[in-house]
């Protein structure tokens, strides 16, 4: 071993011994259990002091690599390998710590990775049940359509354009009126947030919206360095939007037909409020629309048939209605919002799936999209009713609700702040899965967002009680 550090080397010479112990064992030529020279021989081999010597293995012992036995010496730990493999990767923690995307809460990861296992009853999926989405029939589409090559490649920026004017005409019937170049496609609701958190807002933007809301279950805007902020719709709106705003650059996210997670349905009155507001202030709007179609009464009259100035972004889906498989969405603005939607949208995913564009285009211009949205409106129907009158049989005494006007869910109220992370593990003990009220508001401990859209009728009773049982033994 004639091997010394150079002193004239940029690393010190400690640094220089370590790298050269580790090299030998990399090499195999200190395989594990390899004694070590003295640190009195290994001092006078590098020509270096006996405490240098001794602050490097006392580092790679630290490290793992290197151990000692009394009486005995140093010798190569047992380990040493699987030490070296690690340090040879990348910190992988490190970089996701650092990241630009911020991880969901605990509560929804264990949502995310439990609503995939088959012996759970899922009581807060927003999602439709298999047995309500129109497998038969797509499949049936799927023989009428007649693909060209075209449809087999990469979509167009803002997507179909045979699709976006079907959407213009679909639309028209809310009192929406818009052209081909005020649509773009996109791969669902989410999409559309965050092609506008990344698009046309700067770090340090505000997001108002309500206290309760489903963007704090989900980070398009938090990630990009957005404030959220909530807001009470009150008759003091318009001055809380300007206190709040100053200067800074805002936009209003709002789901004003049965809101996610709440359900509440806002007012024709409480519409115009909001615009006239926002309108006064120039603050753009986003208007979620994805579930007005689910009302189980007559449908209602979205802002953006009112929007004049071009300030509202009009968000819809077939996520919710025809299936979440296909990924096909809309955000309708003013053409120059849209063109750089489209252009961020190919930068990201080249385009909404062909094929999906078609199916949903098929479904649009031959009436089956409305007949189904009926039907489905009537099985919504029936399993919210089944729902409410367990609620009234076994939930009375303990909590509170309202009657489910449309859509998924009902904002199930315990009387008790009992709704926290305990509750939750507690029945997924028991194989029930729930959505708690604080992944939507952090200070909520009361409620739970009750979803009658999955389960089967057989899983709700059964969810149900256990979620009652839980509940009476816990108080």
């Known amino acids: 071993m004639s091997w010394q550090p150079k ?15 580790i090299d030998n064992i990399e090499r195999g030529d200190w395989v594990v259990g390899t004694k070590l020279p003295t640190q009195r021989q290994l001092a006078m081999q590098f020509g270096v ?3 240098t010597v001794q602050q490097a293995l006392e580092e790679l012992k630290a490290d793992g690599l290197l151990e000692a036995k009394v009486g005995s010496g140093v010798f190569v730990a ?3 390998w699987h030490v070296l493999v690690k340090q040879a990767q990348p910190n992988w ?26 012996d759970i009853i899922r009581l807060g999926t927003g999602e439709l049940a298999p047995s309500l989405l129109p497998t038969t029939e797509i499949e049936a589409s799927l023989r009428e359509l007649t693909l060209h090559p075209k449809a087999l490649g990469y979509s167009s920026p803002q997507g179909s354009e045979s699709l976006r004017l079907a959407i213009c005409e679909y639309v028209k019937k809310r009192g929406i009126q818009a052209s081909p170049q005020n649509v773009c496609i996109v791969s669902g609701g989410l999409q559309a947030l965050q092609l506008i958190a990344v698009g046309l807002l700067e770090q340090g933007s505000i997001v108002f919206q309500e206290e309760t809301s489903y963007l704090n279950s989900v980070h398009p805007f938090q990630s990009v360095g957005m404030q959220m902020i909530p807001v009470v719709r009150d008759a003091q709106l318009l001055s809380t939007l300007e206190q709040r705003k100053r200067k800074r650059q805002a936009i209003f996210y709002a789901v004003p037909t049965l809101n ?22 120039r603050i753009p709007i986003i208007e979620d629309d994805v579930y007005h179609e689910l009302l189980f009464d007559e449908t209602t009259i979205p802002i953006k048939s009112k929007d004049e100035s071009g300030q509202v972004l009009y968000i819809g889906s077939v996520s919710k209605t025809l299936s979440p498989g296909l990924r096909i969405g809309w955000i309708i603005g003013p053409s120059t919002v849209i063109e750089r939607l489209a252009d961020i949208k190919m930068q990201t995913d080249y385009g909404s799936s062909a094929i999906s564009q078609e199916i949903v285009l098929h479904w649009l211009q031959t009436g089956k999209y409305e007949k189904h949205i009926k039907h489905l409106r009537h099985e919504l129907q029936q399993r919210a009713d089944f729902v409410v009158e367990i609620l009234k049989e076994n939930f009375v005494e303990i909590a509170s609700w309202q009657q489910p006007k449309g859509g998924f869910y009902i ?6 702040p009992i709704v926290d992370k305990g509750l939750f593990m507690k029945l997924l003990q028991q194989h029930v899965l729930i959505n708690p009220g604080y992944i939507y508001d952090s200070q909520d401990a009361h409620h739970i967002r009750l979803s009658y859209a999955y389960a089967t009728i057989e899983e709700l009773k059964i969810g149900l009680q256990v979620l009652n049982d839980v509940v009476v033994s816990k108080k």
């Open 7 to 21: 002193r004239e080397a940029q690393t010190t010479l400690q640094q220089q011994i370590i790298e050269w112990i």
């Open 49 to 51: 002091n006996r405490s």
């Open 78 to 80: 047992n380990n040493s």
């Open 93 to 118: 923690q490190n970089y996701i710590e650092a990241s630009l995307h911020k991880p969901n809460y605990h509560t929804i990861q264990l949502i995310n990775e439990y609503e995939q296992r088959g």
């Open 260 to 281: 996610n997670p709440t359900g509440a349905v806002w007012s024709q009155a409480e519409k115009e409020q909001l615009y006239d507001a926002c309108k006064q202030l």
């Open 411 to 416: 904002w199930l109220k315990f009387h008790e």
